[in-house]
């Protein structure tokens, strides 16, 4: 029986992938090995977000050549896309897998005695969904479920509409089968998400989009949560935030992209929204969801970014007061706009920003869970930790803050129970 491992870089879109080909893999025949051992294919799921993700992918091609030489190498998703030139030269990768390709897999393997080592489409002009399934995943309680590919936004520090190539969604049947095969599975707890998650359904002619979806996955039998991934603030309308108050298996956990929260910032990132706009529609969550937990993304040192400019940014993240905020440092990205801006701002000013607001974060974060304290939550056990040679089960409100449970008689993975916080 041959071997394989694989490695995953990057989002939870790329997680899904991977969990994917690994199920080909297995129901082809193949043993599913650690990374860390001999394998004869490593599979090497990419990323190309940031310069700092090109290079990581190259060290895990490299590293999973040293360990066996004579294994099949497979460079596989955005680097893979992105880059595909410089690969050709890597001789260290033998097959190189373009995204929308991961679902031919198996057949890549077979014929790689053809010796052709670029496997890709012109990701740019396909509408075409990658159809891959999964029916397990590594998480024990959730499932992140891949519903739509691609993003149409250009914004200007980006690369993924180059790697990924333009909006595509899953056909509602489709993601209702994994559901349910999931669902029968075990998990109660589905998390949809994509590249841009927001843009589901904008690609198709049957009417369906993210609202509608929701609505449907929302009646399977035995899922009991959902948890959305990343939002474009414009998705949040009167219709979608009173529509989701109505429905008991919705997580109140919003993850709305910011970015920044100075007009001028946006701008020049093309984010297409101002601060007063992405406000409203915070407020929007908050007038129909009952203490919800709102989340972002924010990056500091964005090219031309004043002192005055973080400055307004900081203090609108004081003004919305999020549950979580991560940070990024701005990273350079050939291929982006923002690449050859002028006003790059140095590194050390960029590390002093982020630590200003990090320590806001830890101030937000502790505000929110300390309104939760002595409140009556529903918690969803995940797993058993170990703290300080103490063991718990570890689980998550709908709101996703976690709670320790010590370890009992009885065995808590993957069952729901009202708690006191």
């Not at 499932?143 to 149409?152: H, R, T, W």
């Amino acid at each position: 029986m041959k071997k394989a491992a694989l490695h995953n870089l990057g989002c939870k879109v790329n997680s899904y992938e991977t969990e994917a080909m690994q199920q080909l893999l297995e129901k082809n025949g193949y043993e599913i090995v650690s990374f860390d051992e001999f394998a004869d294919v490593y599979i090497i799921n990419t990323c190309t977000v940031t310069n700092i993700a090109d290079r990581k992918s190259r060290q895990m091609i490299h590293r999973a050549k040293k360990q066996n030489p004579e294994a099949i190498v497979v460079a596989a998703g955005c680097y893979a896309q992105a880059s595909a030139d410089k690969l050709k030269e890597d001789e260290a990768v033998d097959i190189i897998l373009g995204n929308n390709m991961k679902k031919d897999l198996i057949t890549v393997l077979a014929e790689h005695e053809n010796r052709q080592k670029v496997h890709m489409i012109d990701i740019g002009h396909t509408r075409e969904y990658e159809g891959l399934f999964i029916d397990k995943t590594a998480e024990h309680t959730r499932a992140y479920i891949k519903v739509q590919d691609g993003c149409n936004q250009f914004c200007s520090y980006c690369i993924i509409p180059y790697a990924r190539g333009r909006v595509r969604s899953r056909s509602l049947a489709d993601v209702l089968e994994e559901v349910r095969t999931l669902a029968q599975n075990g998990y109660q707890e589905v998390v949809l998400t994509g590249i841009h998650l927001s843009s589901y359904g904008t690609d198709r002619e049957d009417g369906n989009d993210l609202l509608k979806l929701i609505l449907a996955v929302h009646e399977a039998e035995g899922i009991r949560r959902i948890r959305l991934g990343s939002l474009e603030p414009r998705i949040i309308t009167e219709e979608f935030a009173s529509t989701l108050a109505k429905l008991p298996k919705i997580c109140p956990h919003f993850h709305l992209s910011l970015q920044s929260g100075c007009d001028e910032t946006l701008r020049r990132m093309n984010r297409r929204y101002t601060s007063e706009e992405y406000y409203e529609k915070c407020c929007l969550l908050r007038k129909y969801f009952d203490d919800p937990a709102l989340t972002t993304d924010v990056i500091v040192g964005f090219p031309g970014e004043t002192q005055e400019e973080f400055e307004q940014s900081k203090h609108f993240l004081e003004k919305v007061c999020f549950y979580e905020t991560h940070i990024f440092k701005y990273s350079r990205r050939k291929g982006t706009k923002a690449d050859r801006m002028p006003d790059q701002v140095p590194e050390e000013i960029k590390t002093q920003r982020s630590h200003e607001l990090l320590e806001l974060n830890k101030k937000n974060m502790a505000a929110y869970e300390a309104r939760f304290k002595g409140r009556k939550a529903e918690v969803l056990f995940e797993d058993l930790v170990e703290i300080e040679g103490k063991k718990y089960y570890r689980g998550y409100t709908k709101e996703y803050l976690t709670v320790l449970r010590p370890q009992g008689a009885e065995k808590l993975t993957n069952k729901i129970f009202d708690c006191i916080l």
